[in-house]
């Protein structure tokens, strides 16, 4: 299947550069749902009926300038500011017609879709794109499922209360998890190299993920670039029981070997 599409750089791609926001305040927002929902379904039905995962919006100021708004505050570590679901709060326009978008695709038979909400950092940010869900008509399909990105520390403490607010799978994103636990700026040219996800704090973070997601019942994915490039790693996550890898296209043939390598071993220790 596909383990995370991101919404932001679809929309760069489908709408060559252009702000959103304009195409919506300016133009056509029907037009924008029409379009985005043509590209999201495209994906959809190349891996049908193997799950497609579509991340929501999840934009950085300093990396889509032109995406700025008006009231929008000048941030000094946009990594940490107005990103991720809270975004949704300030500015629900654009998600909702994300929703528009997904319930139009769904509608026409995608029903291996599924939405990733980014970068949430509380149960509220999930409660209240329950309710935008709720109102569209969305949580009524019955094969569409909801799930979270895993990357602030806060999910490690309160994963039963996403899973009880509406939760149905994770994915754990390795860099944002290792950038927030040990304090590291994942853009630093000299630091991103020093501190990874095979740091054993964020080794223990990532095993009580899926540990608590097993015990929940839930699916757990994991993604990131270490996945491409550490057979290690694939392993160790094999070992904790992910039950999906997500990487980039040219790391698919490596990591599937290591994933059979690992799965071999495993199955040889338990044999």
């Not at 959103?20 to 056509?28: A, D, G, K, Y």
């Not at 909702?96 to 695709?105: F, S, T």
């Not at 095979?198 to 996945?227: E, F």
């Amino acid at each position: 299947g596909i383990g995370l599409i991101r919404a932001e750089l679809m929309m760069l791609d489908c709408f060559e550069g252009e702000s959103p926001l304009t195409i919506v305040q300016q133009r056509s927002p029907q037009g924008f749902v029409d379009r985005l929902a043509t590209q999201i379904e495209q994906f959809a039905q190349a891996v049908y009926p193997r799950p497609t995962l579509y991340r929501s919006l999840d934009w950085r100021s300093h990396e889509f300038t032109q995406w700025r708004q008006a009231d929008d505050p000048p941030e000094s570590n946009p990594m940490l500011g107005l990103r991720g679901t809270f975004r949704y709060q300030i500015h629900p326009t654009l998600f909702d017609l994300e929703l528009q978008a997904l319930y139009q695709v769904c509608q026409r038979g995608s029903s291996n879709l599924r939405l990733l909400l980014p970068f949430v950092r509380t149960v509220a940010e999930v409660e209240f794109c329950v309710q935008r869900l709720t109102d569209l008509g969305l949580s009524r399909l019955t094969d569409f499922e909801l799930w979270m990105m895993a990357e602030v520390p806060s999910v490690l403490f309160q994963l039963p209360q996403y899973v009880q607010a509406g939760i149905q799978g994770i994915a754990i994103g390795t860099s944002d998890l290792t950038q927030l636990l040990l304090g590291v700026d994942r853009d630093h040219p000299q630091l991103s190299t020093h501190f990874t996800a095979t740091d054993p704090a964020v080794k223990a973070a990532i095993a009580q993920l899926i540990q608590t997601a097993r015990s929940l019942n839930i699916p757990c994915s994991i993604c990131g670039h270490i996945l491409s490039d550490d057979a290690e790693f694939v392993e160790f996550v094999v070992q904790a029981g992910v039950t999906a890898i997500a990487v980039e296209r040219d790391g698919l043939a490596r990591t599937r070997r290591a994933i059979a390598q690992a799965e071999q071993r495993l199955g040889l220790a338990n044999g």
